[in-house]
């Protein structure tokens, strides 16, 4: 027999072991050829993309139950369990979000061991708490996704969704019965905007297509209303859409979302899409009891700009045009002129991050790209301060712009438990919070873990910053199990947090963190964004490749013990890093991952995706979306490591089809004996406000991680 010949031989057994010890639900191939541009591609799982068809229903339960049938069977998944809950319950009760009105404080809390927030009031900052909503009592499996209190107090406009699904009904509760009014205003997105008017008499939001996630205009064509309470909802009137303001010139895939001046003088209406950049227009608020509102531009896309905050007549605004690291200026609100505007914070070597408002300051961040300093400027003299707190990843949220100048500070690390301040722009006083604050029992994790902080050369020379965090008594001799994360898109920013009770209990099994800050992130800047964008995505998977790399060659861990991860367009990253280097991962978990970029613009939320990975009307985006898209460098008969992909069956965000493709492309053509594992979250979308479904599924797969990269308390019993 010829060396090729056995070559073969042993390539096809090895393809016979795997399959035999899995015996994966079967998953028929049913080639499907495109011709994109000239490069011709062919889909074997085209047919798994109609969520719809009872077969693909039977082929995802299927796939499911089989995945858990091999999860229960590892003996430590449950010891992780229940130490998220135990790390939980050391952090007390969480805050979530607060707000102030007057004297009056409403929150959202998950109380110690909780699974699901509720709503929470006190009447000044020492008062009793009550108990105002709890989802859980009107409603099996529903979850608070956003909450408004009205002006006179006397109603709470709450969001509410079910299994994760983001969309939600929108319900307004009476404060003094504590029993929601008939109104229900439905479908609204979970992250979308609504508001009282001032008199609290009438609500703006914006109203989605149909709730359905697996059609077509799931997220098109959506419309902001005006609904005056009491009425039906049928009769509310339009203020924006696609439909009634030809002469906006919106795209079916924008949305429009409507929002008041905190003096209530304007009405601002933003253009949603996943562009950092904003495209807004203004009115007099006067003007919304009008049948048609006269919209006048405001910001342009090309004025690059990320964030406002309007005071009277100014508007403040964060841009990075001609400013890479960012910088804010100032112009006057009924004539804006941004390429002229008195610039009050220039640009400097640190990234100027996230700006916000109180009644009367703006507060802004600047970023090493690890710690963040806070400042404020005053909007009268536009003279700006630094905000005396420790350093760290500091972060803020504002408890009312339109009353007072309140602001709760946060100063966090990846193994510190966040220390709360609370400050005042005006009286400049720093105090260390009393109120709001989790009460938890947190050990000195200082004494037990190492962070730090390097960087890595990347393939083309550029250094990548590298986050590590790992017990202390750890020998550097490659035998370490190592959990590297990345993302690397829309410019988001991984900074310091402390880390979540699933990473906490991942890192007391004697593995290192590593969080690696690749390009299409904003760490460094617009300009690390657009170095992981579109044609330059490639940089995303290849910097997280290079930090793979130095992490075995330094000996934190061997690709005998690499674990990585990537999630939602991190599918992108984790994807293409297993299909391009197989050889370097023992195992890759894919959470709600974009692993079919090709396909993506075909499904409800794909044309969303547009501004950061381009079109498959375009040529040239064409070209590189083909690069991005993992399913199709899957090769028959490559060995590659052990993969779980999680998906939720009600993610409106990427289709569960994705990852499910993925899922069967490399079960029939890994020839590794490795398990490949689609789990099926029926509780969950994209992810769940639910944090016993969210520990359940950060269970299960790092029990499947530390299964297959050896640690004895995972061993499945032969």
Not at 41 to 46: G, V
Not at 138 to 167: C, H
Not at 332 to 349: C, K, L, Q, S
Not at 543 to 572: H, P, Q, R
Request: glycine residues 6%; contains cysteine.
């Amino acid at each position: 027999m010829n060396l090729k010949k056995l070559l073969a031989l042993l390539l096809l057994t090895a393809g016979q072991i795997s399959q035999a010890q899995y015996k994966y639900p079967a998953t028929p191939e049913r080639p499907v050829t495109d011709d994109y541009f000239g490069t011709k591609i062919t889909d074997s799982y085209r047919w798994l993309e109609d969520m719809k068809s009872a077969e693909v229903q039977k082929w995802f339960k299927e796939q499911g139950d089989f995945s858990n049938s091999v999860i229960k069977q590892i003996p430590g998944r449950d010891l992780l369990f229940n130490r998220m809950k135990e790390i939980q319950g050391l952090g007390g009760d969480e805050y979530l979000v607060i707000k102030q009105h007057g004297n009056n404080y409403y929150y959202t809390k998950n109380k110690k061991q909780e699974n699901i927030e509720k709503l929470y009031f006190k009447a000044g900052l020492n008062g009793t708490e009550t108990l105002i909503f709890d989802p859980a009592a009107f409603k099996k499996d529903a979850t608070i996704t956003n909450f408004r209190v009205s002006p006179d107090q006397k109603m709470i406009a709450i969001a509410l969704s079910e299994n994760g699904a983001e969309v939600s009904d929108l319900k307004i509760l009476d404060v003094k019965s504590k029993t929601f009014l008939t109104d229900n205003l439905t479908p609204v997105w979970s992250e979308f905007n609504f508001d009282f008017t001032p008199d609290s008499k009438a609500i703006t939001y914006t109203k989605m297509s149909n709730r359905d996630h697996n059609s077509d205009d799931f997220l098109k064509n959506m419309k902001s209303l005006v609904h005056i309470i009491g009425t039906n909802p049928e009769t509310d009137k339009i203020i924006a859409s696609k439909a009634t303001n030809p002469d906006l010139n919106l795209l079916s895939e924008q949305f429009p979302d409507i929002a008041f001046t905190d003096d209530y003088k304007f009405i601002i209406l933003e253009i949603g899409s996943t562009k950092s950049e904003i495209l807004s227009f203004y009115a007099p608020f006067s003007e919304l009891s009008k049948d048609k509102i006269n919209w006048k531009p405001l910001v342009k896309y090309d004025d690059e700009i990320t964030a406002t905050a309007i005071f009277g007549d100014k508007i403040f605004f964060l841009t990075h045009k001609n400013a890479p690291n960012y910088k804010i200026g100032v112009t006057d609100i009924n004539n804006p002129d941004f390429n002229n505007a008195a610039i009050v914070v220039p640009e400097t070597n640190k990234v100027l991050r996230r700006m916000q408002k109180s009644k009367n300051f703006v507060y802004y961040s600047l970023s090493d790209g690890i710690n963040q300093d806070k400042y404020k400027i005053n909007t009268k003299t536009l003279e700006s301060k630094y905000i005396p707190i420790p350093k760290g990843s500091n972060g803020s949220i504002v408890l009312n712009p339109r009353e007072n100048d309140n602001i709760i500070l946060f100063n966090n690390g990846w193994i510190t438990p966040s220390t709360n301040y609370d400050y005042n722009g005006a009286t400049e006083k720093v105090k260390k919070g009393e109120q709001f604050i989790s009460s938890g029992n947190h050990p000195d994790y200082s004494k037990q873990f190492t962070v730090k902080e390097i960087e890595v050369a990347s393939h083309d020379g550029v250094m990548i910053p590298l986050s590590l965090i790992y017990p202390k008594n750890l020998k550097l001799d490659g035998s370490n199990a190592c959990y590297i994360t990345g993302y690397g898109a829309y410019g988001s920013s991984r900074l310091p947090f402390f880390l979540d009770p699933s990473l906490m209990a991942l890192l007391e099994q004697n593995t290192v963190i590593a969080v690696a800050h690749v390009r299409g992130g904003g760490e460094k800047g617009n300009e690390w964004h657009k170095g992981g964008k579109k044609a330059t995505k490639p940089n995303t998977w290849k910097d997280f490749i290079a930090c793979s790399e130095y992490l075995i060659k330094e000996k934190y861990t061997s690709s005998e013990k690499l674990i990585g991860n990537g999630a939602s367009m991190g599918g992108v990253l984790i994807g293409r890093a297993i299909t391009e280097r197989p050889d370097l991962y023992k195992v890759a978990l894919i959470e709600v991952g974009c692993t079919n970029a090709i396909r993506m613009e075909t499904t409800p939320n794909g044309p969303n995706q547009i501004p950061e990975i381009g079109s498959l009307k375009n040529e040239e985006d064409t070209k590189h979306i083909l690069e991005m898209d993992a399913q199709s460098k899957v090769k028959k008969g490559e060995k590659y490591p052990a993969v779980l992909i999680r998906t939720g069956i009600n993610d409106p965000r990427v289709s569960p089809s994705e990852p499910g493709k993925f899922a069967a492309i490399l079960q029939n053509y890994n020839a590794s004996d490795k398990p490949i594992l689609l789990h099926v979250n029926y509780q969950n979308g994209h992810f769940s406000n639910d944090l016993d479904v969210t520990f359940g599924d950060n269970a299960d797969m790092f029990a499947f991680a530390l299964w297959q990269v050896g640690n004895s308390k995972f061993q499945i019993k032969k």
